[in-house]
């Protein structure tokens, strides 16, 4: 690989990867929600779907999509991305889904045929960045697809790791560092802005502490740190951001309204608020969650130290 080709372009400076080579740790429900929290007309984002399950564009944004083709042309013919905008106000999406399963026989052959998915990639990115002016630009990966996260790791220009306090998403980690190192040592410009815990209990307050040292260990000498905020567990909220297509905002405010009515149904007297029929008396789909604010809190918080990350990292290198 030509190192030239791995000089940061001024337009991949907000790039975030969110990544780690086990399934099931957050990834997914990471982008879709800091996007939907930092995105305003004022303050675009763009959210790339990079993985063929395509789960942030079809279930958590609620996106048709075009189910992974243009991307997968960029990468393997340097196309212009198409790029689907304010699918929510501010937030603009490269849509993911089957059609990236080519990219690891499309990388098998690249020695033959002179195949550059990395250059085509960021080539197609950069000008959608330039033109877009995103605040932050984030990538969603999918579990295992090592030769499409090499790529996207030599893409990026931070990358962001979420993982659940389990052995297994432990040692997903420590697999992505492996290829985090390589792709630096290639010169890749990219990197390690944290690692967020996910999916965890917050009154176990000892057991967190212990899971995020032993990161810290892992991370050591890398020169990050795990992020202060984690994401808990709230599989009724998780639900309902997925089935509904919903941000945690939408939620917060669908889920109050909600309550209201069911408060008025029950003062009308009737009981059978509880039996959470398909959907409601106007047509919306019934929610799980009852209060799904601290699940919203957490990702704001998130949110706030990925951005102030961000900040940090961009005055260490103008010194
Ligand atoms: N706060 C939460 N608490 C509990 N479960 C959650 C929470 N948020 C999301 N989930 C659920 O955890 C599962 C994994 O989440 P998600 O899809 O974001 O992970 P992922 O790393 O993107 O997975 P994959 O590797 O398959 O792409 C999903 O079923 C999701 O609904
Ligand atoms: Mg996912």
């Known amino acids: 690989m030509n190192p030239e080709t791995l000089t940061q372009p001024t337009a991949l400076q907000r790039v975030v990867l969110v990544a780690n080579q086990k399934g099931g740790v957050g990834k997914t429900s990471i982008v879709t929600a800091l996007a939907g929290l930092i995105a305003r007309p004022d303050r675009r984002v763009l959210v790339v779907d ?3 399950q395509g789960n942030a564009t079809a279930s958590d944004l609620g996106v048709e999509g075009d189910r992974g083709r243009s991307l997968m042309l960029s990468l393997q013919y340097g196309e212009p991305l198409q790029v689907q905008t304010d699918v ?13 399963a080519q990219v690891g026989a499309l990388t098998t052959t690249a020695a033959q045929t002179g195949l550059d998915v990395v250059a ?3 080539t197609a990115l950069a000008e959608v960045c ?3 002016n995103y605040t932050v630009v984030l990538i969603d990966s999918g579990p295992g697809d090592a030769p499409l996260l090499d790529a996207l790791l030599r893409t990026t220009r931070y990358l962001v790791v979420p993982t659940k306090d389990d052995d297994a998403s432990l040692s997903g980690m420590e697999l992505l560092a492996l290829r985090y190192l390589r792709a630096r040592q290639e010169g890749a410009p990219v990197e390690l802005l944290g690692v967020v815990l ?3 209990n917050p009154r176990a307050t000892a057991r967190n502490a212990q899971v ?3 990161i810290d260990d892992v991370l050591a000498g890398s020169g990050a740190t ?5 994401i808990r567990s709230d599989r009724a909220a998780a639900l309902d951001l997925r089935a509904a297509h919903l941000t945690p905002a939408e939620l917060v405010a669908a889920s109050a309204a909600q309550n209201k009515s069911r408060l008025a149904r029950l003062r009308g007297g009737k009981h059978r608020a509880d039996r959470k029929p398909e959907s409601t008396d106007n047509g919306e789909p019934r929610l799980w ?10 990702y704001q918080a998130l949110a706030r130290e990925l951005l102030t990350r961000i900040a940090t990292a961009e005055a260490g290198a103008r010194a």
């Open 50 to 52: 990079a993985d063929p």
């Open 88 to 100: 929510r106000p501010g937030l603009d999406l490269v849509a993911g889904g089957p059609l990236l």
């Open 120 to 122: 085509n990639l960021r």
């Open 130 to 132: 330039a033109r877009g």
């Open 198 to 200: 996910f999916d965890a």
């Open 212 to 214: 995020l040292s032993d």
């Open 226 to 230: 795990s992020f202060p905020t984690m």
């Open 289 to 298: 969650s009852r209060d799904p604010s601290a699940l919203a809190s957490d």
